[in-house]
Structure formats: structure tokens, C-alpha cells
């Protein structure tokens, strides 16, 4: 199996390994509250299972890096893997420590800003593809006001629009890899 084949199965899998990701740390913290508490707050130092989700983080940035590194080889990505990295030190430092909170902001403003200019790039080809531009834009403007408001206590469900979105352009990624045209 081609690299590039490789790739294409894993970024069409992340929503699945996210979602089970996600299920499984969420049933190990009953506590845990969408509305009440950051994503993060299962991976404290205060969290005697935070070892589940800090993993489970530094897991799926690892396979996620799979095809993020074969989008950049082939010019589909220019900060994707960069944010990767980001991702994975959001799981090394949990969130008391310094680095957590710029390790996670590095991470969606990198991952979106990817997905933006990449809309850019191949909405020169085929113009439907400004609209990852728009939404990811939308996207990033969206979990600021959602903060910035305090819409909600906590920050999971801002944290998970912008995961979402990125898992949708994963999922496109996996099929331009495949060999969809743009």
C-alpha cells in the first residue's frame, strides 16, 4: 500500500477514532460536562484518569500527523503537521502547566489557518472550495464569540466545533488523497 493510500484511509478513519476517543474518556469521567467543563479538564493533574485522555491526545495526533505529512508532500497542507505537533503537547502538559493553554490556541488557530489558505489554493481550480476558506473563518470567529461571551461555563463545546471542522477537512483531505478532483 502507497504512502498516499495509507493516508487517505487514516484521514477518512479520524472521525471514527475521535468519536470512540472521545466516548471512552467520557464515560471514564461521569463527572465530565459538555457545557461545564473544557475538553482539557479530563486531562488535569487533579484527574486520577487523566492519563486515558493525555493519551488518548498524543494518540490521535500521532496517526492524524499520517496524512497531514502527506497532504504538505503533496500540496495539500502547508501548517497541518505543525499543528499536529501542538495537538500532541496539548496531551504532554496538561492544562495546569504553562505550556498547555498556547500549545492548544497553536493548535486550532494552525489547524484552521491550514484549512483556509488550502481553500484558497484549490478554489483557484474549482471555485466550491473557497467555502472551506469562508467556514473555517466562520469557524474560528464562532469559538471566540462562544468564549468570549461565555455562552457556556466551560469550553468543550467551542472546542468541539472547531475539532469537528477540522475532522470534516480531514475527511475531504482523505478523499483528495484518493484521488478525488479538486
Known sequence: MTPTRLASYIALSLPVLFLVGLAVNVHANPWFSFTDNA?????????????????????FATVAMIPSLVAFKNGLSYLMPLAMVFLFLVGVFP????????????????ALADIAIIGIKLGQKNPINYVWSVLAVLVFF?????????????????????????????????????????
Open 39 to 59: 475538553l482539557s479538564d479530563m486531562g488535569s493533574l487533579k484527574n486520577p484518569n487523566r492519563w486515558l485522555f493525555n493519551g488518548f491526545l498524543m494518540l
Open 142 to 182: 464562532t469559538m471566540l464569540y462562544l468564549i468570549k461571551a461565555r455562552v457556556f461555563k466551560g469550553l468543550a463545546i467551542p472546542e468541539l466545533i472547531g475539532a469537528f471542522f477540522i475532522l470534516a477537512w480531514f475527511v475531504y483531505l482523505g478523499f483528495l488523497l484518493k484521488g478525488l478532483k479538486p
Open 95 to 110: 492544562e495546569e502547566l504553562p505550556y498547555h493553554s498556547p500549545s492548544a490556541v497553536l493548535f486550532y488557530v494552525l
